[in-house]
């Protein structure tokens, strides 16, 4: 089978809070012919394992690799790397896959009223402003 999953799989594979739903989660992704894990899902993973789970960056790293590395795995690994690398320097996950995702399909800047995320982004070379510098 190939599957999109979604973001409650993945939650119960990375914490294993209910090993029933564990296990069953476990058993179908690592049997798919392909596994698609699409950026929303892991902003929003990100986000389940921060706010609820409060996993640190390193955790949080090292959940993201565990659900994008298999081989049946399919996602847009550069734009994962993006938003680790912003995590790592202390960022939001979601703002790196943001610009990533906005710089690659042609946007020219990535533009917020996030001053740190910002401030992160242009610290990386990536173009990036503050929203009331362009006002």
Known sequence: MRLTADTNLLVRIVTQDDADQARIAFNLLSSAELVVVSLPCLCELVWVLRA???FNPEELEIAVRSVTDPGNVMTDRAVVDAGLRVQAAGGDFADGVLA???LAMGGDAFVSF???AVSLLKGMDISAYHAGELA
Do not use: F, H, K, N
């Open 52 to 54: 609820i789970y409060r």
């Open 100 to 102: 990533s995702v906005g």
């Open 114 to 116: 996030d001053r740190t």
